[in-house]
Structure formats: structure tokens, C-alpha cells
């Protein structure tokens, strides 16, 4: 079994994590840390593992043998920094603090995106775990990547769910004032930008065009669902691009092409990603959709651990979807 | 025209206010007061009315003819004692000060169910703005507590929209939790009981039967919808009684009285009170609905200032309905 | 493994079974059946389950050791009638054609609330799966009932998710108005009252009182939020009553009761009840919650097969909840 | 007073006109026509309209000064054919019959888009008036055509709410499937494409580039949120640009260019356009956003009346906005 510690143990992703984990048939959990809730049942916080699990929060890391890292966004360092994580402790940060600059501290993060890094991560010690619109956008890219196929600027309008603006309630995460409603924001400098470009220029010819993405916010919990579009240089016919996708994805047990229109909830409460493929007026059009939390966040993060463990990358992750 | 005040400018209630006043054909707008934003539009931060206004808050009451407290509960006597309202000033209080203890500073206030106290409003030169909840359970209770059929305990579920909560972000509002969700809150304990016990002690025979309420959030924005029994003691028939509850709201402009069962959409975003009566079991079941930011707080207060100065009831209160 | 087939196979409930029963660790499925769409993937109709199955509806029902009825409500008997279902193949029915008429064709169906009937279930070959309003009204009552402390009436508002209504479109789950909304329907009259009035019968000394209760549409997708009271007879004391629900449940790996307030989405997605219980005006309030197409249907069949072939009852039913 | 007839009385936008109208100070209703429920109370359908009209259906036209077409795309021609409307009569066509096609019996239809063709319409007899997406999207690009900065591609994502899909409760409109859910439909094709086209080639030098448009299906039920982007040339600075904008609709009341960002729910209820100007990566990006009822269908149809029967544009479209 392996032992693992999820520290900042009272936001989503923790939540989450603890949702697969406590299914998870080879994983025991040895802590979960939250030096604010120390003692505190983790089910008064995460209400939902109320009859599922009687673990207290803890102040202390233990000795795990991974330590999932929950962090608000620039707090991995710090942890690792002040908690003498040892070498031998394998890390998995689902923050942004390792994705652009992956040494620190002894140790190298491999970009956890299993469908690209599926070897390094088997040998990997410690991964960043991608970003949720960055996990969409890519699975939706990566083909055309590789073969060669990005040759114009890409555009991309991607609509997340609340969740993914964390638990601390603010102005807009306010149900009066999100309800019904949708808004921009960040449009053209989302900070996952980076990690999309920086992980396309390592696949096939290493061109990355530009990326005209306008991030939105949507009146939904759960999901994101990305619309992507660039120049089709036709050099495959449609039919071949299509099954070139299909064939990419082959060993990818996640990843799917449909064949229909998809919409988001078909993914929601699930690790899978299914992408959906138009061709109009000369453009390829890509729909991506993923679960944020599971697919774009804690699902990635124990399909690397799975990788990483030598286990089956399905397990624990067959998940009922929610469907409605 | 009458020239109105707006004290604490800034939240829900107040922009409700604005809505329906800066349309309004006798109103002019002498002041919006916030001390936080003074010298900030109002529309950037009740974001709808750009276009439609370019006031700024004031830091200073001026000199209305009318002032509508829109502060958190029990500021509004901190507000009164500490800005020197004259006497010839007429005050329409949103908060609960003054609800169950009319009297302060000289002033006496009157409870403002117009459907209830018409004439007396007429002459009010203080107004105590009914609650949202209580304002929904009343309007469905008064005809029967005038015809004496309030003989039995009173039993109430009442769930509210989110804005109801007010504007500061928490937990309970937060869109990830309260989107298709569900609760209770302050069961059989909410504070809106002592007003509507006060309220229905003066019709009738002044008998009020124990209420059992249990008050619910609900995921929408606007509306409460009240469900509502209590042993129907017979005396009038079915369609007396129904005729009844007709009758009793023959002049009051917002109230009707549906033979089809209701949906809360049916008077959102308007002044309205819907009522559906049925007989079940011994039972009278009634339902009852309104818009809790209107006719549950600033249409209903708009409605008090136009009897208070002499204006047809309805006078800006003609709201196109949301109805989707 | 259990061979498992599933009448009526395009709805809602046969969709949830699929989503559960692929991930079922005892289970093959021998055949989905819609005459209207065999020969398609089952993952046309239900689309979320694109890159779990291949499965195709068929036309036949083949030679299942299990079928589970998720026709509508009356269509059971005629399915059972034409099919020639032997009686060596078990038997679970999600409709309502046995619930209070359990004899036909020499089959007894056994009430298939597990909480109550486990023993048997165990030894049962058809079950009459219960209602979704009745399941989380009942797990709400059986402790009472059982303690006979169901003295006076009891009163219920139960609101449910659009789920509840079905897939076929209609005006009353159109998004348009189903959105923001909420109503109330068969007041006082609704069906799954005899199924609750019959179990109730035959628990504790059989004492049922009048049940009061308004069933109300809410504008979430998945859930049933039960609000129960009834006149506390104090012969135990709060503390006590509380623990002797514990100890009723303690056996049930599905039902927990909560110390806190519950909300909806805190059992969203699982096959769980949750319970909470307060006492107020010399009332016993208790809410109950469960996913209404799992525990209100579905999960609760799967619930029954497991204890018919003799698995660990909750073998499958360990879902990660949605949560948000 | 002007004599209005409604024909498709039972439909959406004939509900939302009803709405506006009922308040309208210039109007009276003639009739509301529908066959089918000829008789019956207007408030029977549209429910929210109870205690606000006594109006039933008609099976006739009667003698109106100007009747609005609220029939189904296709349906006008056949409507006015088959009921000899004489030529004194105006007509407002909400559907699509007219809007590329203007020429029929006798009539030539004006497009309706008001800040436009204001003039033309004030002198119009027949209107067809502009599609709900297509409004707010041309009333994003309209200064950007008139300034012939129109230069390169423009890139479209709108996505548009629940009542855009009109009364008749199908698959894509059922709450299980579009609460928290959204999708892609028509993708680069959506007719109202050419609508757009034709009335930009008549603004500036009438180049019109290609328009990539992904139409989206949102989770809420009023309202269209576009999100634009073009090429943007640099021949005014982002400064002149914005005031350009400005003063383009300085002398159109409903449409406002805002500083801050915008959200959909700004407009709900209203009928008003806001946009918001920012400048990113050399794209000139534009969100825009309306009331698909209002601005994009009944509203615009009421100015249009305003303008061709000599009434202030604004004239009973002064409305309470929802806010939340």
C-alpha cells in the first residue's frame, strides 16, 4: 500500500483527491494536514466524506511515501522548503510553482501530463501536476502538435466552472452573483499559457503559433469546456486526421474522440477527456472537455501517481460519471 | 417631486431601490449614501445601472423629503441618532429595528404591510419595512386570521433565494456550494416569527395558533415561495373561502389570488403577491410567492413612500416581470 | 459473475444502472434492451458512457440470472407477461407495479428497502425497488416508527430534482422554466404516499398517523431534501433518541446521521442517507437527503441484487461523490 | 394610442412584447392571435402576465395600426398571405423571413436594427427585425465596419441562453441535460451569419472578412454574451478607438460602451447592449452583450414601433433591469 500525506488538506483539490483516495484500493492514507484545522475531523470540512472516513486533519506530515501538495499557487516551495520532505518521499504538486521551473531542491518535476509523459513519469520522483485549462486545451492540441499539423495561430475560447476559483468565497464565486450570468476574464494572458506553450514546443517540429485564448467564466460548478480552432493545412484528409487522434489516444485510457457533438456534463465526475473534431471554412475546430477537479487537477494527479507506483494508470479512477 | 435618500448605498436592497427609482416619475435622487464609497458612481458597483444613472455616492444624507435605511440590521438607530434626521424628514426603515419596537427618537413607526396598514401609511411619517419571508407568510395568512379561521397551529416550509442573504460573499452563498443545492436554516427559530405573531394579533379575533416554520436556502436568485397549512375550521365553504381571499385583496394592486397552481418565476422581478389555495385533507394549503428584493423589501418600501405622499399605489411599480 | 439484463434500457434509471454496474466487480451484462433502439451503442443514448462500453441495446432479453424493470410505471406486469421470464431468473423492478401489489405470474416481490427488509431481500427472487420520495421519507421514519414514537401526524415538504420527472420533455422540466423556479405538485395526494403508509404498518406497533406532505420541484438536477417533523412523545430523551437512531442504522452501510445540518450535494452521486435530527416547540424535525436516482432508485437496486447473490452490500456502490 | 396585434401569441417573444406593451403608454392591444387557444386568457400561457391582463386570445386580427409577427421561422409569408393584412397596416417581423430576403407583396421590410437605420425605419412601414445573436454581435462590429478598421478575420464566440431555443421543450432544453452543461451547435454556420454579412457590406467601405463564429448553448435562460476579436490596424490609437465607439452610440440609448469589464447579467431584463473595448496581442477584442428577448427580439421590436410611429426610441423600454 502506498502511504500518502495530501497537505493543504481543506481545499478542493484535497477534497477531491480524498474522494478517490479513501476508494482507492492501494493507497492508505497517512495524513491529512491543515495546520488551521488540526484535530478537526476532515469530514466537517469536506462534508460530503461524512460516513465515508473518520480521519482528523493533522499538523504533521508523517512519513508518507508521496506527499500530494494542495497549496494556493507559490506555497509548494515553502512547504518543501520548511517540511524537510526527504528525496525518498516522492512529491506531486498541484500547484503552478514546478510546471515552468521544475528544480528545486534536489529534485526535478516532470510535467505530469500522462498522455505526453507517460514514460518519464513511471521513473519520475516528483511531478507538476498541469494546470486544469492548460489539461484541456493541450489533450486538444497535442495530435495536431505532433504531427506537425500547428502551423497557423490558434484560437481558443475555454469556459471553466466555479470550482476552479478555489473555496474562498469572493465577488464573483457569489451565487447571486454567478448564477445565470458568464463573464470574461484574463482574456489573451491566462497564466496557463505558458505551460501550454512550453509543453507543445517539445512535441513534434517544436513550432507553437500563437494562442489567442479568451478564458470564461460559466455559470456551472464542474468542467471545463474548450473550443479550439486553427488553420487545417490539409495535409491529411479529414478522415485521416480524425483516426490520426483516435490512434494518438490509443494507449491513453482517458482520452477520447467522439464522433458526436459532446457537451460538457458527459465528463462531469469522471477522469476521461473527450475531444470532438469539425472541419469549417479551412480551420480544424477541436472541442475539449474535462471534469477541472478530476481530469484537471486531483484525477490527473493520482492517474501519475498510479504511473508512478508501477499500478495499472485506470485505478481507482473508474468513476461513475454524474451525467445530469 | 419627491426628493429621496438612500443610507447604505452599496448593497442589494439600495440597488433594488435604484432600479425602481430612477424610473420613477416622481422621485428625484438627492443622495446615495456610503461612507466607504463615497464619491464612486453607483453603477460601478451596482454594475446594471450603467448607462442609466451617472450618480455618485455621497458621504453626506443632504436634505430629502424621505430616507430609506438600507443598513445592516440594527444600524439603522446608530444611523438616526448620529445624522441628526429631522423630523419633517419621512424614514422607510429595510433593516428590522424597528418592527417589533416602533418607537425612537420622537418617531413612531408604522409597520408597512400596505395590504394591512393602507391608511394608516397614508399618514406615516415612519415606515417599518416588513421582512421578506414574514411579508410572504403574511399575505398568505391575513385573510384568514380577518375571518377568524386561524384555530389551529399554523404550519410554514419557505425557501428563499440567495439574495436574500445579502451581498458580503460566505459559505452558504458561495456558487459551488450553493448551486443545485438544498437546506434548512434556524428551523422553527427564524427571527421574522415575532413580527408575523405581532402582525396577526391585531386581526381578527387577535388569536395566533403556535407557527411551525422551517425557513430553506435555495439555488435561484430571487423569490420566496411559501408553503403554508393549517386545519381548515370549515365555516365558510371551499368557494367562500377562496372567494374570500379574493375579496380581501380587492384593492390592493400587487396581491391576486390564481385558481391554477403558481411558480415562483410567476412574479419575479415585479411587485407581486401570488396566492394558490387548496383543500386537502382537512387541511387549507396555501401558496405564496413574491420577489424578496421587491415586494419583500424595495418594491414594497417604494410602495409605502407612494401612499406616504399621496401618489397612486402603483406609481413605478409597473415591472415587466422577468418570467424566465 | 451475475448475468444482468435491463428492461427498458434508453431511460434514466436503466442509465444510471449501466454506470454503476460497468464498474461492478460481480456483474456481466447480458443484455440492454430497447426495442426502439436495438442494434445502437447504448453510449448514443446515454452519452456520458462513450469510452466505457461498446455495449449495444438488443432487442431480446437473452438468459440473464437478473432483470432489472426500469419501464415506466404500469408497463412491468405487460414486460413480465410477454417476455416468458423464467422464474429461475431473479427479478428487481424500479417501477411501481409491485410495490403495494406484490403478487404476479407466482413471483412475491419483496419491498426492497434494505434498511428495513434485509433479511428478506437476501432470500427473495423479486423485489418492488421503492420510491425516490418514499425511500428518503421512510429512512427518516423507521426509527421512529420502529420505537413507536410516530404518535400524532406527521408533516413533510420533500423537494426533488428534475431527475425525478424522467427524460421525455415536458413543459414542467423545460429549462426555461424549470431554471430559478420552484413548485409545488399533488399536494397532500402524491402516489408514493400507500408505499410509506404500508411499510410503515408493518415496523414497531404499527401505528401510522396521517402524513402531511407537500412534494415540491425543485431546479437542481439530482437529489431529494426531505424536511420531516412530528409531535416528540419524549419518552426518550433527545440524547437518546438520537443515539437509538445511530443504533437503528448502525448495521446500514448507506444511512448515516449527522450531527450537523445536512445540505443536498452532500450525498449528490453516492448511495447514501444522510439523517439529521433537531427538536424545537416540543417537535421531533428530521432531514433526510439521498441522490434520488441512486439510493432513490437505482443504487438501492444494485443495493438488493448484491444481497440476493450473496456480496458485500456495498460491493459497486462505493462512489465518489460529486460534492459541487 | 396605436392598435397593436400580436400574431403567435403564445410563443416566447409574444409573451415577452405582452410584457413591454401591457406598460406602454402609446399602445393599446388589439389582439393576441393565436388558433389554438383562441378564447382562452393570455395569462393561462404566459403565466407571470395573471393579475396584469384580462386580454384572452384571439382567432382573428381585427383592425390594428401595426401587427407583430411572432410566428416561426418561415410562417410570415404564409401569415400574411392568407390573412390580407391591407398595406395601411405596419408590420414588425420577428422571425427570419424577411431579414435577406425584404421583398414581399408589395411590402419592402427595413432591417430593424435601430442604431443603424434609425431614419429608414422612421419612414418604414414593414420591419424585419434582426436575429438575437446577430444583434449582439453586429452592434460589436458596427463602429469597427464604419471606420473601415475591418481589416482581417473576425473570430466570434457568443453563447447564447435557453429561451433563444424557443417554447417547445426538446432534448437540448430539458433541465437534466442543460443545467450546469454547455456545448457547441452549428458551429461556423449558424444562419444568422448572413444577416450579419449583409448589413456590415452597406456600413464603411462594405468589406466584410470572413466570420469563424462558434455558437454556444448556455446554462441560464436569458441573454447572448459575444465575444469578438479582429486584427486590429493601429490606425486609430486604443484611446481613439474607444471614443470612437462612444460617440458612434452616443445618440443611441441603449447601447453603452463600458470601461470595466462586463457580465451577462448587466443587461437581463433590459434592453440594452453594453460593450466592453480591450486590446491584446494586436486584436482588438470586443464583448458584447444583450437580452436575447429583449434587445435581440421583443425590445428591439418595441423601438422599432417607437421610431416609426413618431414616439421617443425609449418610449416603454425603460426597464427594471433583473441584476441577479
Redesign the interface.
Known sequence: MIKVSIAGGTG?TA??LL??LL?HPGVTIESVISSSSAGVPVS?I??????ETDITFSGKVGQPDLIFLCLGHGLSRTFLAENNIPATCKVIDLGNDFRNDPKFGGREFIFGLCELNREQIRRANSIANPGCFATSIMLGLLPLAASNALTDEI?V?A?T???G?G?K???T?????????????K???HQHLSEIERTLKVVGNGEVP?I?W?P?R??????I?A?I?TRWNGQMSETETISYFKEYYNDSP?V?V?D???????????N?C?LHI?F??G?I?I?SIIDN?LKGASGQAVQSMNLMFGLDETTGL???????
Open positions: 478542493y477534497g477531491e474522494r478517490i476508494n466537517s469536506h462534508r460530503d466524506l461524512f460516513g484560437h475560447h469556459i466552472g466555479s470550482t476559483a473555496k468565497p469572493v465577488d464565486t457569489h451565487f447571486s452573483y454567478r448564477d445565470n450570468n458568464i463573464s470574461v476574464y482574456p489573451f494572458t500563437p489567442q479568451v470564461m460559466g455559470d456551472f460548478t464542474r468542467g469546456f473550443s480552432y482517458f477520447f467522439s458526436e457533438p459532446i457537451s460538457l456534463k458527459e465528463v462531469v465526475n469522471t476521461k473527450l469539425g469549417h471554412n480551420y475546430h472541442t477537479l473508474k468513476l461513475k460519471g454524474s451525467a445530469f
